[in-house]
């Protein structure tokens, strides 16, 4: 059925799994997002509803806008407006003005495709753009370190070809990431955690597609839990550190509380008196 949501990028953290690796995750933002309209093969060709994410004020959108959102009835206008395909028809399973949960769509260990746009970077040179290693900085060429060099032929055929990487503006493009699992559901705050980087700014756009299951899930840690299952090997590991980390802490604390003789300081005494007459002794021989 429903196989995709609206979002945008929360903060980006790190969580730990039940066999106490640390992954990276990311919290999208998934509601509110509500049906403004379906899409049904006898009339429009194809079956599809289109989805409505976030709110702003009915006066900053256009009067044609307004009239297609009177049907889902909503109180704010959506911030973006999606379509989503649909192989089979919805029939009354969903109708306008609908709000499509996040747990309607996805449960953890689910992997997932997200598309965004990249972060722009602006005028860039084809060393930042295009990852091109540069000129030599010796040979009196100080001036072509980050060049791009020659950018074709000569007379024949006489022009730049198409497609040649040249300087120019950077990101700010439509970048799909696969591959990443969600975590976790949040249903009361409408948030995904998904496992992995996803493309994009802070609170920007994104749309995420379920592409499968992943057979190798393993759920996070709950929260305040800090035992880990280990093998007798690994416990008898931890022990051994553990009991030699005690006996050398109990040593050095010995060897501070036990007072020094005095022959032991006198010949302490000695020793650096000795040291200090020897230094001074090769320095008075180099002088000469």
């Known amino acids: 059925m429903l196989n995709a949501i609206l979002g945008t990028k929360g903060k980006t953290a790190q969580k730990f799994t039940q066999d106490g690796t640390r992954i990276p995750v990311t919290r999208i933002k998934t509601g509110p997002c509500y049906v403004v309209h379906i899409m049904r093969k006898e009339k429009n060709g194809y079956d599809a509803i289109q989805l409505g994410w976030g709110e702003k004020k009915m006066t900053k959108i256009s009067k044609p806008l307004q009239g297609h959102l009177k049907g889902a009835k909503l109180e704010k206008a959506p911030r973006f407006l999606r379509e989503i395909r649909l192989e089979e028809p919805v029939g009354d399973k969903i109708k306008i003005g609908d709000r499509i949960k996040v747990t309607d769509v996805f449960q953890p260990g689910d992997e997932v495709k997200v598309t965004g746009w990249s972060k722009g970077k602006g005028f860039t040179g084809v060393v930042k753009r295009w990852g091109f290693k540069g000129g030599p900085r010796t040979h009196g060429q ?21 497609g040649k990487k040249m300087p120019g503006r950077a990101g700010g493009n439509k970048v799909a990431v696969q591959g990443l699992m969600v975590m976790a559901v949040d249903d009361q705050n409408d948030e995904l955690l998904v496992k992995g980087l996803v493309p994009g700014a802070p609170n920007g ?29 690994q416990r008898a590991e931890r022990l051994r550190r553990e009991k030699e980390a005690k ?3 109990k040593e050095a604390a010995e060897e501070k509380e036990t007072p020094k003789a005095p022959e032991e300081k006198k010949e302490e005494k000695q020793t650096e008196e000795g040291e200090s007459a020897s230094v001074k002794t090769t320095a008075d021989k180099e002088n000469a």
């Open 247 to 249: 006996e050398t802490l």
């Open 205 to 233: 756009f994104l749309f995420i597609t379920k592409t499968g299951k992943n057979k190798r899930f393993l759920p996070l840690m709950e929260k305040g839990e800090k035992e880990i299952e280990e093998t007798e090997e």
């Open 142 to 162: 100080s001036d072509r370190e980050r060049s791009p060099g020659s950018i074709g032929q000569g007379t024949t055929p006489g022009r730049v070809r198409k």
